[in-house]
């Protein structure tokens, strides 16, 4: 079945609120997002600043220990304005530079929707004029949290959340373990590009109109999302240091090999150890994002 919802409520928090729209394995979704400051596809404000989510969407006969996948069939910007904000974390550079930044304010960017570039003019900046491509991904994507619990959009965990990491696009599937009754699947935080890390708190920050497709898996064992890409398989970790966040997310990699490919961990230890590689996602908020990927070329079949 196809549905399509225009949002007309939003949450600051993943948690187990009511729903918005009950759908079904096999299911499609057209919605649409608020920006991460609750501006909509017109520039107003729709929704409490602070990546505002779309959602719930209850997926039936999702229950705690299955697996929830989601497609993102698209992720389009809506409108011809976005915005970032002017400088970097303070926690992202040496400590005797931190007095160099400047002083961080929000600066808008022109959307061109058909050439799908953006353009800054921060009369402040040198230089002044910069233009990227749209490179369009979710900067939040996740389920309810485990135990009932209502968690900050500002941050991440074993649920998903804001993990800011920029392979969030069109065309991959991500998957969630689900911790409540209908997993209760949220979307968000749409960024038109953004570079590694979200080191400026934000990326290209703009409405969005997405397409996603749902598919339930019975008693899976998940215990981070994971990601499929055309050429990879991805396990993503959420968690201060970063250190530890790279640990959730291999080993998190080293279960689905074991699991899904037919590796013990002894095999698997030899192909990470050789063909493994590092993603960043976010590294600005309270909790940071490893990915851990392998290119499917070395995996059997």
């Given at each position: ?151 900050s959009t500002a941050t991440s965990g074993r649920y998903g959340g804001n993990m800011d ?56 064992e998940l215990r981070w999302p994971r990601m499929n890409t055309e050429t990879h398989i ?68």
């Amino acid at each position: 079945m196809e549905h399509t919802f225009e949002p007309a409520t939003y949450h600051n928090n993943f948690g187990s609120y009511d729903p918005i729209l009950r759908i079904s394995s096999g299911d499609l979704v057209r919605t649409s997002t608020a920006d991460a400051f609750g501006n909509g596809r017109e520039g107003d404000l729709v929704a409490k600043p602070g990546n505002p989510l779309t959602g719930p969407f209850f997926v039936e006969d999702a229950e705690p220990g299955d697996e929830l996948v989601v497609l993102i069939e698209a992720i389009v910007p809506n409108r011809d304005h976005g915005y970032t904000m002017s400088g970097v974390a303070p926690h992202i550079v040496d400590g005797d530079f931190v007095n160099e930044l400047p002083t961080r304010s929000k600066v808008r960017w022109a959307v061109d929707l058909s050439s799908g570039t953006a353009t800054l003019n921060d009369e402040l900046a040198e230089p002044t004029t910069l233009t990227v491509a749209f490179a369009p991904m979710l900067g939040c994507i996740g389920v309810a949290p485990p135990a009932g619990q209502a968690i900050s959009t500002a941050t991440s965990g074993r649920y998903g959340g804001n993990m800011d990491y920029r392979a969030v696009t069109a065309g991959v599937s991500i998957s969630f373990p689900v911790f409540a009754p209908g997993a209760l699947f949220f979307v968000g935080d749409g960024h038109a590009a953004q570079g590694d890390g979200e080191i400026v708190g934000t990326g290209i920050e703009i409405s969005m109109d997405v397409s996603f497709r749902v598919e339930l898996r019975k008693n899976v064992e998940l215990r981070w999302p994971r990601m499929n890409t055309e050429t990879h398989i991805i396990a993503l970790g959420n968690a201060r240091p970063v250190d530890q966040a790279l640990q959730h997310a291999t080993t998190e990699l080293i279960r689905w090999l074991c699991t899904d490919y037919g590796y013990d961990t002894r095999g698997a230890s030899h192909l990470l150890g050789q063909a493994l590689e590092y993603d960043i996602g976010n590294v600005f908020d309270p909790a940071y994002t490893v990915a851990a990927k392998i290119a499917k070329n070395h995996l059997p079949g």
